[in-house]
T-cell receptor, first 113, second 112 residues
Framework: DVKVTQSSRYLVKRTGEKVFLECVQD?????MFWYRQDPGLGLRLIYF???????EKGDIPEGYSVSREKKERFSLILESASTNQTSMYLC????????????FGSGTRLTVV | QKEVEQDPGPLSVPEGAIVSLNCTYS??????FMWYRQYSRKGPELLMY????GNKEDGRFTAQVDKSSKYISLFIRDSQPSDSATYLC????????????FGSGTRLLVRP
């Protein structure tokens, strides 16, 4: 089975901190995605990547950046955390150019205080 | 208008009931349709995958797609308390990205 592993289940950070969320997948998938999930708003795409060093903005990229230096790892960076970035963050991966569904990680619940 | 609409619920049913979960969509280019199940404080897991119109059955679960009406359904037979979760529909078109568009999810509670 494909595994998508997110490094932390729960994080508490202070306003203004730089925050790194890490995601690793073990099945050589080309595509990786970062979403945030909020009650009433569903899943919103932040950034995605089709290949190493490639990235594209999703629907809500403001305040975030990403890094994909290796195929298996996709990092989400909050440059200066704010309280409105308190959310559940979900990483997902999928084989390239395919119609398959995504495989999600277990999520990171981030609280910014 | 959102591309994919899904009633947020919650939907509360007694154990053993047949559950019907639905999504409507507006983009006629969608061809791949999925249902995800998400337990509390977990990531979504792929439950059903269908291509184009028709039905697909897997155990107690049946996914149905009606492209003419732009309407998809997930039926759960003999529902169990362990089915209590949020169910998200997702779909994509046959373009180069195959990026999934998600519904906002329906919360289901199956009462013992």
């Amino acid at each position: 089975d494909v595994k998508v592993t997110q490094s932390s289940r729960y994080l508490v950070k202070r306003t203004g901190e730089k925050v790194f969320l890490e995601c690793v997948q073990d099945m050589d998938h080309e595509n990786m995605f970062w979403y945030r999930q909020d009650p009433g708003l569903g899943l919103r795409l932040i950034y995605f990547s089709y290949d190493v060093k490639m990235k594209e903005k999703g629907d809500i990229p403001e305040g975030y950046s990403v890094s994909r230096e290796k195929k298996e790892r996709f990092s989400l960076i909050l440059e200066s955390a704010s309280t409105n970035q308190t959310s559940m963050y979900l990483c997902a991966s999928r084989p390239g150019s395919s119609s398959y569904g995504y495989t999600f990680g277990s999520g990171t619940r981030l609280t910014v205080v | 208008q959102k591309e994919v609409e899904q009633d947020p619920g919650p939907l509360s049913v007694p154990e053993g009931a047949i559950v019907s979960l639905n999504c409507t969509y507006s983009n006629s280019a969608f061809q791949y349709f999925m249902w995800y199940r998400q337990y509390s404080r977990k990531g979504p897991e792929l439950l059903m995958y269908t291509y184009s119109s028709g039905n697909k059955e897997d155990g107690r679960f049946t996914a149905q797609v009606d492209k003419s009406s732009k309407y998809i359904s997930l039926f759960i037979r003999d529902s169990q308390p362990s089915d209590s979760a949020t169910y998200l529909c997702a779909m994509s078109g046959k373009d180069s990205s195959y990026k999934l568009i998600f519904g906002s999810g329906t919360r289901l509670l199956v009462r013992p």
